[in-house]
């Protein structure tokens, strides 16, 4: 990105997101906002909509404002803020592409970026999507899964219906990490969690649909194990791009 002081590329599936980070400056409208002694943060969320209908005009889609709110909750508490009173980090993100898992994509491209642009923080952020599907496209995955690709149709007949249902109550919890979309559309619930595993804190959490108390620790705990095991390929990342031969300002890509 153009004039930015770090950048991330991350790819989820076919999720395809881009961050950029500006600053720490001065705001263009600083002289309408009130003091700060510590810095703070602005996050822009554009979604590109050239395979779908043209946008009406620059207003932010519902969409748009509820990832930037999302992207901005789940990192801030990671920036020192302290470190740049009256500035602001302007945090610019792109959605290339939306296949499921947007938020998660954003978060982790926003830690890259905010990682190359040297902006410190306590903890890099890694977050993870799980999602509860409904028993009968739960099981038809895991069986299709060991075959060729994931198979979301089944057969309209009793005995396949019975037979899925009957997985799932052996053993399948019908839970999946990092969804793609057409998982997202077949979920009965959502939970978003981002972590600092460093500091052992869960920055944001976020859930939405039907849950048993049960069936919702279990997503939780799948969740924060998801974000540990991201968070080592965070690392891997960002070492590879300092311990690289020649310094690059390409963005860090994932």
């Given at each position: 990105m153009t004039g930015a002081q770090g950048s991330a590329y991350v790819e989820l599936g076919k999720t395809k997101v881009m961050v950029g980070i500006f600053g720490p400056?001065?705001?263009?409208?600083?002289g309408r906002e009130p003091y700060s002694s510590v810095g703070r943060t602005t996050v822009d969320v554009s979604i590109v909509t050239f395979p779908r209908r043209p946008k009406m005009g620059p207003r932010?889609?519902?969409?748009?404002?509820?990832?930037?709110?999302?992207v901005?909750?789940?990192?801030?508490?990671?920036?020192?803020?302290?470190?740049?009173?009256?500035?602001?980090?302007?945090?610019?993100c792109t959605v290339l592409e939306s296949d499921g898992s947007v938020a998660t994509a954003l978060i982790l491209a926003t830690s890259l970026a905010?990682?190359?642009?040297?902006?410190?923080?306590?903890?890099?952020?890694?977050?993870?999507?799980v999602v509860r599907v409904y028993p009968?496209?739960?099981?038809?995955?895991?069986?299709?899964?060991?075959?060729?690709?994931?198979?979301m149709y089944m057969p309209q007949n009793s005995k396949s219906t019975s037979?899925?249902?009957?997985?799932l109550e052996k053993?399948?919890?019908?839970?999946?990490?990092d969804p793609s979309g057409e998982e997202e559309t077949k979920s009965a619930g959502t939970v978003i969690v981002?972590?600092?595993?460093?500091?052992?804190?869960?920055?944001?959490?976020?859930?939405?649909?039907?849950?048993?108390?049960?069936?919702?620790?279990?997503?939780?705990?799948?969740?924060?194990?998801?974000?540990?095991?991201?968070?080592?390929?965070?690392?891997?990342?960002?070492?590879?791009?300092?311990?690289?031969?020649?310094?690059?300002?390409?963005?860090?890509a994932t």
């Open positions: 400056r001065e705001h263009t409208d600083q932010k889609t519902r969409e748009e404002v509820h990832l930037a709110s999302l901005q909750a789940a990192v801030t508490s990671s920036i020192l803020l302290d470190r740049f009173p009256k500035l602001f980090v302007d945090i610019n905010l990682a190359h642009a040297g902006i410190e923080m306590n903890d890099t952020v890694s977050s993870c999507t009968i496209y739960a099981c038809t995955i895991s069986l299709s899964h060991t075959s060729s690709r994931w198979n037979y899925a249902l009957q997985c053993g399948g919890t019908g839970l999946f990490i981002a972590v600092a595993p460093a500091s052992g804190q869960m920055t944001y959490i976020s859930s939405w649909g039907s849950w048993k108390e049960e069936m919702m620790q279990k997503a939780i705990h799948m969740a924060v194990g998801g974000c540990i095991h991201v968070q080592s390929e965070l690392r891997r990342t960002m070492v590879q791009q300092v311990m690289g031969t020649e310094y690059s300002n390409a963005p860090l």
